[in-house]
């Protein structure tokens, strides 16, 4: 019965040391300055705006959670607070602001990107209004 004990702790230490670091491959938390971040929110925000049917562009007014993956690539997962613009969609303007009356709305995007394919997509793209 000893001789189960010296084996069963360290492979209990070891569960729980990888327990407590996370699953490789799991999401992790991301910085939203770097630039692979930002090109897939961007892209995420296109999306968004391409998929809506709202006449005015939306735009980021408050990023509050930002992780990414390792998945045969990296996904990027965003939960963001989204808010409508006064710019019109198919316009020129580059800068926008937020309409005075518009409501913040929740959105979570993920994006999958595989740079060595030249491929980034949209897998989700939920929001509530």
């Not at 613009?85 to 994006?111: H, I, M, W």
Request: glycine share 6%; net charge positive; charged share 20%.
């Amino acid at each position: 019965m000893a001789a189960c004990w010296k084996i069963m702790v360290p492979l209990l230490a070891a569960f729980l040391a990888v327990a407590s670091a996370g699953l490789a491959g799991g999401p992790m938390d991301a910085d939203i300055n770097e630039k692979g971040v930002k090109d897939a929110l961007q892209f995420a925000v296109v999306q968004h705006n391409k998929a809506s049917n709202d006449l005015f562009v939306s735009q980021v007014h408050k990023v509050m959670k930002v992780q990414k993956q390792v998945v045969a690539g990296l996904k990027y997962i965003f939960t963001v607070q989204m808010a409508r613009t006064s710019c019109r969609k198919g316009g020129a303007e580059k800068l926008c602001s937020v309409q005075e009356d518009a409501v913040p709305y929740e959105c979570t995007f993920e994006v999958w990107s595989r740079p060595w394919l030249s491929d980034i997509q949209v897998v989700r793209n939920t929001c509530n209004k």
